[in-house]
């Protein structure tokens, strides 16, 4: 996620005021609501990285090229597809999608890598939100997701601004500091924390889950970053302001959905967050 100045946190905080009430409303509502917003950020994420990483090339345009719609598409379908309970469905879109994308475009830089690896990266995430949130408890998880992410996020950013110190990894991502990610994961450990009691979870077993999601949100952040320095691009897109594009608003969001979802149906994390059930 691109680090904002100080004209941009006034920009910033008016963007987290409108969309995070839609985002949590959507969350607590769940079903083809939340299942329609997952989608519609996963092709808007799709279509950010298919700027990010695929050039223009003979004058086309990079946001109409065939390919880059059907990767859209691709990404956008799957998470619908869990609203009915059919994950192979979900999973075989993304892997029709990535396929047809290498088809399509193979001049892309690195052959099809770049532009099918956006597929997953943006399907994927999705598929895990939804998954996770139509098990029973799944809505407390989340939503301590959520604010997991977002408190290790804004926790970081001042946190480093105020303590300072040796950078976490310069060549990728100058402005981040190893005070900061500290002070983020213990930002984000005691939102976890707080939002399992709250929803009578099981607190301890809250607290070690929250860590793993803030130390994996801050990896896909930086992840993200070296994807961008990589292709020389500072921000995804300039849809939210004050945050650049969506992929850079959700950039750790993605890497700690992925996370949840091995985490929930793998190794039957709900009860940390949710209520006895």
């Given at each position: 996620?691109?680090?904002?100045?100080?004209?941009?946190?006034?920009?910033?905080?008016?963007?987290?005021?409108?969309?995070?009430?839609i985002v949590l409303v959507a969350v607590w509502l769940g079903g083809?609501?939340?299942?329609?917003?997952?989608?519609?950020?996963?092709?808007?994420?799709?279509?950010?990285?298919?700027?990010?990483?695929?050039?223009?090339?003979?004058?086309?345009?990079?946001?109409?090229?065939?390919?880059?719609?059907?990767?859209?598409?691709?990404?956008?379908?799957?998470?619908?597809?869990?609203?009915?309970?059919?994950?192979?469905?979900?999973?075989?879109?993304?892997?029709?999608?990535?396929?047809?994308?290498?088809?399509?475009?193979?001049?892309?830089?690195?052959?099809?890598?770049?532009?099918?690896?956006?597929?997953?990266?943006?399907?994927?995430?999705?598929?895990?939100?939804?998954?996770?949130?139509?098990?029973?408890?799944?809505?407390?998880?989340?939503?301590?997701?959520?604010?997991?992410?977002?408190?290790?996020?804004?926790?970081?950013y001042f946190g480093g601004r105020a303590i300072g110190g040796a950078k976490l990894?310069?060549?990728?991502?100058?402005?981040?500091?190893?005070?900061?990610?500290?002070?983020?994961?213990?930002?984000?450990?005691?939102?976890?924390?707080?939002?399992?009691?709250?929803?009578?979870?099981?607190?301890?077993?809250?607290?070690?889950?929250?860590?793993?999601?803030?130390?994996?949100?801050?990896?896909?952040?930086?992840?993200?970053?070296?994807?961008?320095?990589?292709?020389?691009?500072?921000?995804?897109?300039?849809?939210?302001?004050?945050?650049?594009?969506?992929?850079?608003?959700?950039?750790?969001?993605?890497?700690?959905?992925?996370?949840?979802?091995?985490?929930?149906?793998?190794?039957?994390?709900?009860?940390?967050?949710?209520?006895?059930?």
């Amino acid at each position: 996620m691109t680090r904002p100045g100080q004209g941009d946190l006034v920009r910033r905080a008016a963007s987290a005021v409108v969309l995070a009430p839609i985002v949590l409303v959507a969350v607590w509502l769940g079903g083809p609501l939340f299942a329609g917003l997952v989608a519609v950020v996963a092709a808007i994420v799709m279509l950010e990285w298919w700027a990010v990483t695929v050039p223009r090339r003979a004058g086309r345009a990079k946001g109409l090229d065939p390919a880059a719609t059907i990767a859209a598409v691709a990404a956008g379908a799957a998470p619908l597809a869990m609203v009915a309970a059919q994950p192979v469905v979900a999973a075989l879109l993304l892997v029709a999608g990535a396929g047809l994308v290498a088809l399509l475009h193979r001049d892309a830089i690195g052959g099809f890598l770049w532009p099918a690896l956006g597929v997953a990266y943006a399907g994927i995430p999705a598929i895990a939100l939804v998954a996770v949130r139509d098990v029973p408890g799944g809505l407390w998880f989340v939503l301590a997701l959520m604010v997991v992410v977002w408190v290790t996020d804004s926790v970081a950013y001042f946190g480093g601004r105020a303590i300072g110190g040796a950078k976490l990894w310069p060549r990728v991502s100058p402005g981040k500091t190893w005070s900061g990610a500290i002070c983020g994961l213990v930002g984000g450990v005691c939102a976890g924390g707080v939002v399992a009691a709250v929803a009578g979870g099981q607190v301890l077993s809250a607290l070690a889950v929250a860590a793993v999601l803030s130390i994996v949100s801050q990896f896909g952040d930086l992840a993200e970053s070296a994807i961008k320095r990589r292709f020389g691009v500072k921000d995804s897109g300039k849809l939210i302001p004050g945050h650049g594009g969506v992929m850079d608003r959700v950039d750790g969001l993605l890497a700690a959905a992925v996370a949840a979802g091995i985490l929930c149906l793998a190794f039957g994390a709900v009860p940390a967050f949710a209520p006895a059930i």
